[in-house]
């Protein structure tokens, strides 16, 4: 369920309590990392904080020393009226707001907000990036190229360092590049960057949304609040992000991987060059290849993120000389698309951030080997058809894993005839690795691709990641199979 909107008089009373909150109870939904960083910030501006988290094992004795000196913390399970007594409640970005506690405080007409609209106005030139997949690999570039050219750059949000960690820590700033999630968007009622780059819109997070439109109305938040004199970078291949152009006042460029964009603004790809149409027609192509970023998605990324530097005045000789320097030197991310090793002709590669289908089909036709193909954790209930049809004829084994292990098996093997690849079912990430390696043969990829959460066995997407490439490290030196 999407919040999106605030009353007026719901508005008006945020506006009050930001401007002067010393003193005002002030309710902070979930302590992760960012939620941690919203309640100091708060306590920092003289707000009586009452800090809620349902893990009531949760214990960090620095933030919970900070907290007792200017507020009340709240751990286990969360009651409907626990925040009775608030007068602005502020949702981390993990806190579904369907929750009665949250819906309470909403139907009570208090202000319910996240971290955008706690910040207000940021002081810098804001660039604000979004999509279900390539969003981190778009925001680490385009900060990247940014800061090949301007002197001071922060690269956060949904990717890295909290937005309020930055506010908080008051540095010089001109130009900030965020990565910004659904869940961030839900409750940005006025958020208005200065660029915004929405990259596509696949099914995810079925947990969180009551259906696909619903996610997608969360992401569109990002257009709608764009003023005239604003950049929105679309991608003119994705029908739902096409049909967006209409929610917004903002100046429309596109990227396209096509081979035109029928002379609307924007970048296409022809070859593996940047093509410029419209607007851009002028402006001299320039060659797209990397040493790293490989697959056609990247090269998506690459468009957008070009546009992005252009619509903040990094090109202006047209010949996006600049801006492919910084393109060109740019390392790529860790855990997307990731060359761990290559030991005896076979590629292990660490694509352990691509957790829903449409992000592991994208990993698999990055790859220009056969693959065998690691496949499993804590399914999203979103199925495989999109993994499923990138792997045809291109998969030659699929080793499923994890909770989803045998959806994602009895998936492959319901579909071994087409797709033309054998399939395993083990345990674990281990078990997994030690069969892939066993039957990997010189030439092939092992592609850790895994279209499902890490949250069966892992922490989180990096710490599945880190085990994959420990496993490879260890096969390296002999010790494993």
């Known amino acids: 369920m999407s919040l999106r909107t605030l009353e007026t008089t719901a508005l008006?009373?945020?506006?009050?309590?930001?401007?002067?909150?010393?003193?005002?109870?002030?309710?902070?939904?979930?302590?992760?990392?960012?939620?941690?960083?919203?309640t100091r910030h708060l306590l920092k501006r003289g707000a009586f904080v009452l800090g809620v988290d349902q893990h009531g094992g949760w214990k960090d004795d620095s933030f919970a020393k900070d907290l007792s000196d200017g507020g009340q913390l709240h751990l286990g399970p969360i009651g409907e009226g626990v925040f009775d007594d608030v007068e602005l409640l502020v949702l981390s970005p993990g806190v579904d707001p369907r929750q009665p506690a949250v819906q309470a405080v909403w139907s009570a007409g208090k202000p319910v907000i996240g971290?955008?609209?706690l910040l207000g106005e940021l002081p810098a030139r804001v660039v604000g990036i979004t999509g279900t997949n390539g969003k981190s690999t778009t925001t680490a570039l385009l900060g990247g190229i940014v800061a090949s050219v301007v002197e001071n750059v922060f690269v956060g949000g949904n990717l890295g360092i909290p937005i309020t960690t930055w506010i908080s820590d008051a540095e010089e700033t001109d130009v900030a590049v965020l990565e910004l999630s659904s869940y961030q968007l839900e409750t940005a009622y006025r958020f208005s960057p200065e660029v915004a780059i929405l990259l596509n819109i696949t099914p995810d997070h079925t947990e969180r949304y009551d259906n696909h439109a619903e996610y997608a109305v969360a992401k569109r938040g990002l257009l709608e609040n764009l003023s005239e004199d604003a950049v929105a970078i679309l991608n003119y291949d994705d029908a739902l992000v096409r049909d967006m152009a209409t929610h917004t006042r903002a100046r429309v460029v596109w990227f396209s991987l096509k081979d035109s964009l029928e002379g609307r603004d924007g970048v296409f790809v022809a070859g593996d060059s940047l093509v410029g149409s419209g607007c851009f027609e002028s402006h001299k192509p320039v060659a797209l290849e990397h040493p790293r970023l490989f697959g056609w998605h990247n090269r998506q990324n690459a468009l957008a993120a070009f546009l992005a530097a252009d619509?903040?005045?990094?090109?202006?000789?047209?010949?996006?000389?600049?801006?492919?320097?910084?393109?060109?030197?740019?390392?790529?991310?860790?855990?997307?698309?990731?060359?761990v090793?290559?030991?005896?002709?076979?590629?292990?590669?660490?694509?352990?951030?691509?957790?829903?289908?449409?992000?592991?089909?994208?990993?698999?036709?990055?790859?220009?080997r056969p693959v065998l193909l690691l496949a499993g954790g804590r399914g999203k209930g979103a199925g495989y058809g999109e993994l499923l049809a990138a792997s045809i004829n291109k998969v030659r084994h699929v080793v499923a894993f994890g909770e989803a292990g045998d959806e994602v098996a009895q998936t492959f093997?319901?579909?071994?005839?087409?797709?033309?690849?054998?399939?395993?079912r083990c345990t674990d990430l281990r078990e997994a690795f030690e069969e892939a390696s066993f039957l990997a043969l010189p030439g092939d990829v092992v592609l850790l691709a895994p279209a499902c959460a890490s949250f069966d066995e892992f922490s989180s997407y990096a710490a599945r990641g880190r085990a994959f490439k420990k496993l490879v490290s260890e096969l390296a030196a002999g010790g494993v199979c």
């Open 115 to 117: 971290e955008l609209e």
């Open 311 to 339: 619509a903040l005045g990094l090109n202006e000789a047209q010949d996006w000389q600049q801006v492919r320097e910084g393109y060109v030197a740019f390392t790529g991310l860790e855990h997307r698309l990731e060359l």
């Open 12 to 38: 008006a009373r945020l506006d009050e309590i930001l401007a002067a909150p010393e003193g005002v109870r002030v309710g902070v939904l979930g302590l992760g990392v960012v939620g941690k960083a919203m």
């Open 413 to 424: 093997f319901n579909e071994s005839e087409q797709v033309g690849a054998g399939v395993s």
């Open 341 to 368: 090793a290559n030991l005896n002709g076979v590629r292990f590669i660490n694509d352990s951030k691509a957790t829903n289908d449409s992000a592991a089909a994208v990993a698999v036709r990055a790859i220009d």
